[in-house]
């Protein structure tokens, strides 16, 4: 069982930066795939972002490639999102996920799932 809190998130002007955290519990942290999606109000489901147990390896969602960056501790059991130059758009709830897999995340057969954390673009 792995629990998932999230953090970080808040208001921010358009061409800002935002750094989430995700927190896990759990000794099993650094066996598991992790992830980030989004969801804005009235819209589906977004993939954000997804590292392997490793570090070694990162997926983007084609909206925020060059400009978000997911990274993790795992000493710390701690997965993180940084994103620069947000836009409006980015407007959203972020969720922390574990999965198998990058690609078991990308395709949202995540295992668990954080609470979520506000992130608000103002323009």
């Known amino acids: 069982q792995v629990q998932l809190v999230e953090s970080g998130g808040g208001l921010v002007q358009a061409g800002g930066s935002l750094r989430l955290s995700c927190a896990a519990s759990g000794r099993t942290f650094s066996s598991y795939a992790m992830g980030w999606f989004r969801q804005a109000p009235g819209k589906e489901r977004e993939f954000v972002a997804a590292?392997?147990?490793?570090?070694?390896?990162?997926n983007y969602g084609d909206s925020v490639k060059g400009r978000f960056t997911i990274s993790r501790d795992n000493a710390k059991n701690t997965v993180y999102l940084q994103m620069n130059s947000l836009k409006p758009e980015d407007t959203a709830v972020y969720y922390c996920?574990?999965?198998?897999?990058?690609?078991?995340?990308?395709?949202?057969?995540?295992?668990?799932w954080g609470q979520g954390t506000q992130v608000t673009v103002s323009s």
């Open positions: 590292i392997n147990w490793s570090g070694g390896l990162t």
């Open positions: 996920n574990a999965g198998a897999t990058r690609a078991a995340i990308i395709s949202g057969r995540s295992e668990y």
